[in-house]
């Protein structure tokens, strides 16, 4: 991991830090301390490195089970993004195909303290230009349905149960990204909603997942498979839906699992199961699991268990992870990752879905689905489609 000098800290205007999950009362007060950026290259534990570093400031995250409590003198909390392909290594998985994004790094934990002195500098940016160019998709409706069969194929072996596959597509810009990015945060059910930037690059999420919160002392993740127009016929149909409950309850089961293997023996529960929520348009079925955490267990642990999500790989996840290396012909760069804001007893993370990242000249969004056995090929391209349409739109709008 390599400690970089805090991006723009000497730059006037200041927006407000809008890291997904940072505290709204200190989000005018807070000032970048430092960073560091990790990529696959590097070699080394990213969990690990994480945690450590993180220590090294104050943010003590080795035990999450012992009480802490906000210092409103020292380090608030940090800024934690993991990309797909660092949850890949924390896995032990493959990593798959290069990353269409380059400029973005797999890890970045940025350091935030308290400043009162900074509220009356911080000013909005005045409006840009801005241009979007066209998108360029990284595979075809064809070669997406392929990789449907090809998922389906592999169901019918018994290799995998279910695989969640994502497709990519790229635009040119000219602008500041950054304030198109951070209007992702107004889509509606955009529980991640916030923005995170580095030196040539920056990610905008609109996130309705949550991948794992910490909450009174106790562990939540918040799994969503399942989705249909939000319409009264659209809602009706995702309750009936069979084929859709089956795969719900394949990834719950699988967090269940993830999540047993870092908890209290026998605190492992499902509190809410296949509720429907709103996001944007579109309906989406969502469970709560969660579990207390084991004595001794670190943020580092903790990663390793929950990285990569279970509902954007499938089940086994290592199975699942091989063949998605295998299928999708470029990385997932910022999306299916992690993103969100920890502090001593805090963790909430988001998982990147309904996310886009902009390098120095090119905007990216990404999108897919989970295939099981009765997926249909033509659903799934247009299921994928509509998920990163209002994303899409919202940026196109500038």
Request: glycine share 10%; net charge neutral; proline share 8%.
């Amino acid at each position: 991991m390599r400690q970089v000098r805090p991006y723009g800290v000497e730059a006037l205007p200041r927006p407000p830090v809008d890291i997904p999950g940072v505290p709204v009362a200190c989000r005018t007060v807070l000032v970048e301390r430092d960073r560091c950026e990790w990529t696959v290259t590097d070699g080394g534990d990213p969990a690990e490195l994480i945690e450590t570093f993180l220590a090294g400031h104050g943010i003590d995250l080795r035990d999450l089970a012992r009480p802490a409590r906000h210092d409103p003198y020292g380090a608030c909390g940090a800024a934690v993004f993991v990309s797909a392909a660092a949850g890949a290594v924390m896995a032990g998985g493959p990593l798959g195909a290069p990353t269409p994004a380059p400029a973005l790094p797999d890890v970045a934990v940025v350091v935030y303290a308290h400043d009162p002195h900074l509220a009356a500098a911080r000013t909005p940016a005045p409006p840009a230009r801005w241009r979007l160019g066209d998108w360029r998709e990284s595979w075809t409706p064809r070669q997406h349905a392929d990789a449907v069969q090809a998922v389906r194929a592999a169901i019918g072996r018994g290799d995998v149960y279910q695989v969640n596959v994502v497709g990519h597509a790229a635009a040119d810009y000219r602008g500041d990204a950054g304030p198109v990015l951070s209007r992702l945060a107004a889509l509606p059910g955009a529980r991640y909603g916030g923005t995170l930037h580095g030196d040539g690059w920056a990610i905008g999420c609109a996130s309705p997942e949550t991948l794992i919160e910490l909450r009174a002392a106790r562990l939540l993740t918040r799994p969503i498979k399942g989705t249909r127009p939000a319409t009264a016929d659209g809602r009706r149909d995702l309750l009936a839906s069979a084929k859709e409950r089956a795969e719900h309850i394949m990834i719950v089961d699988l967090e269940r699992n993830d999540l047993a293997r870092v908890a209290r023996t026998g605190s492992v529960r499902v509190d809410e199961l296949f509720a429907v929520r709103r996001w944007c348009d579109l309906w989406q079925a969502e469970s709560t699991v969660s579990a207390q955490p084991a004595d001794g267990l670190g943020l580092a642990g903790l990663l390793r268990a929950l990285c990569p999500g279970g509902s954007v790989t499938g089940a086994p996840k290592l199975a699942a992870l091989h063949h998605i290396a295998a299928l999708e012909p470029v990385g997932r760069g910022a999306s299916m990752g992690a993103l969100g804001w920890v502090a001593p007893g805090h963790v909430d993370l988001g998982l990147t879905i309904r996310t886009a990242a902009a390098d120095n000249d090119r905007l990216h969004v990404w999108a897919g689905g989970g295939i099981t056995v009765d997926s249909d090929p033509a659903a799934e391209v247009a299921e994928a489609a509509a998920k990163a349409a209002p994303v899409r739109a919202l940026l196109a709008a500038g």
